[in-house]
């Protein structure tokens, strides 16, 4: 019997704050591999660190393919050379796909501002306000089309 660390399912739940039912999921995917005593599943520390890094992963907005590739690269390899540049790519695509969901948000917000300046306009029958934001909405709409 080995002399290694190991963890149960209620263990690593209380530890990372998630759900045996997570941990399941995690398994069924193929991102951990936990050893049976019987009924019950016993995981490594390997397992303890895919963990980690899985939930590292969703909390970049990684998907699960993504987080199972990454994390599948690093099994029993030695030079991590390649392994780094695809983690490299991988991070990238995620940046640039934030950097556009910013800009997204940016200009909901901008689109918002016009609207509840159009709505004070008209609550507070200042219909020069209502009609500059109104003219200042339309404008941004012929530019976005």
């Known amino acids: 019997m080995s ?3 190991t963890y149960t399912i209620t263990q690593l ?3 990372f704050d998630i759900t045996p039912r997570a941990i399941r999921f995690y398994e069924d995917q193929g991102l951990l591999r936990p050893s049976r005593q019987g009924r019950s599943r016993v995981y490594s520390k390997a397992d303890r660190t895919r963990l980690r890094l ?3 992963g969703k909390r970049l907005g990684l998907s699960l393919a993504e987080i199972r590739e990454i994390i599948g690269m690093y099994d029993g390899v ?3 050379v390649p392994q780094l540049k695809r983690f490299m790519a991988v ?4 940046r640039a ?3 556009q969901q910013r800009e997204d948000i940016a200009a909901v917000l901008a689109e918002i501002d016009m609207l ?9 029958n200042d219909a020069a306000e209502a009609a ?3 003219a200042e909405l339309d404008e941004r709409m012929r530019s976005d089309a």
């Not at 509840?116 to 507070?124: A, D, F, H, P």
């Open 3 to 5: 002399s290694e660390q």
């Open 13 to 15: 739940s209380r530890e």
């Open 54 to 56: 899985t939930l590292r």
């Open 78 to 80: 030695r030079n991590s």
């Open 91 to 94: 991070l990238q695509s995620r």
């Open 97 to 99: 796909a934030l950097e």
């Open 116 to 124: 509840e300046r159009q709505c004070r306009g008209l609550l507070g």
């Open 132 to 134: 500059a934001a109104k």
